[in-house]
């Protein structure tokens, strides 16, 4: 009965981790061909580095060297790999929740931080002028959104990403919203998927560092797999 439970804890924590280490590969894929194929101009300056494609690549990365340590530790019944692996797990989970309650405590100078960044960021994409989409044009077509306050910061370079109508014809009609405020209300309208994608997240983590748990206290128990 023990082997079988064993086994069956073994095999079901290789195949979960198997499928989210292909997870991992796809979002490093696709991070890594966003930063071939499209040149972006961050939204924030004091995270330019953090581009969507960057946090693809980081994301993906950290799930796929996540997923290979419970992947192996599970398949080889390597404690140390196991214990490891829900080291990782627990840190991470404690990060998450750590950042969500900062987010909670300090959301109104997040806000203004955010938004004085923003400001920041369209004024850093005027200089640059650049004819490649930029991030501002992503937005501001999804969003239908113009500036951060509205088209009037753009000045008098308006790009056909605030065209509403008729781009063809000069001077175009531009979207009156900012797109500080569609954002705000894209966030608030998506706030409780937003929510339950978080604690997914967590649950998926717990969910982990219980398998790795009791896959440890099993071979220790048992005296099978490999040593510390």
């Known amino acids: 009965m023990a082997q079988g439970c064993l086994k069956c804890l073994k095999y079901t924590m290789c195949i979960s981790n198997f499928l989210c280490f292909m997870c991992g590969v796809a979002l490093m894929g696709l991070g890594g061909y966003l930063m071939a194929t499209f040149k972006v101009d961050g939204l924030i300056p004091s995270l330019d580095e953090l581009s969507i494609p960057n946090l693809l690549l980081i994301c993906g990365i950290i799930i796929t060297c996540v997923s290979f340590l419970g992947f192996l530790g599970a398949l080889k019944e390597n404690r140390c790999l196991l214990l490891t692996f829900f080291l990782v797990l627990f840190l991470l989970m404690v990060v998450e929740l750590a950042l969500a309650c900062l987010m909670l405590v300090k959301n109104e100078e997040i806000v203004n931080g955010v938004k004085g960044d ?66 705000s209300e894209w966030f608030e309208d998506n706030y409780l998927y937003c929510g339950i994608g978080v604690i997914s997240i967590c649950i998926v983590e717990v969910l982990g560092m219980c398998f790795a748990v009791t896959l440890f206290c099993h071979i220790t128990s048992s005296g099978l797999g490999y040593k510390l």
């Open 118 to 183: 923003l400001i920041a960021g369209l004024d850093s994409a005027k200089k640059k002028n650049s004819t490649q989409e930029s991030e501002w044009d992503l937005v501001q077509k999804n969003f239908k959104c113009c500036g951060v306050n509205n088209y009037t910061d753009w000045g008098n370079n308006i790009p056909k990403s605030c065209c509403r109508d008729e781009c063809d014809e000069l001077p175009f009609q531009s979207y009156t919203m900012g797109c500080f405020v569609a954002l």
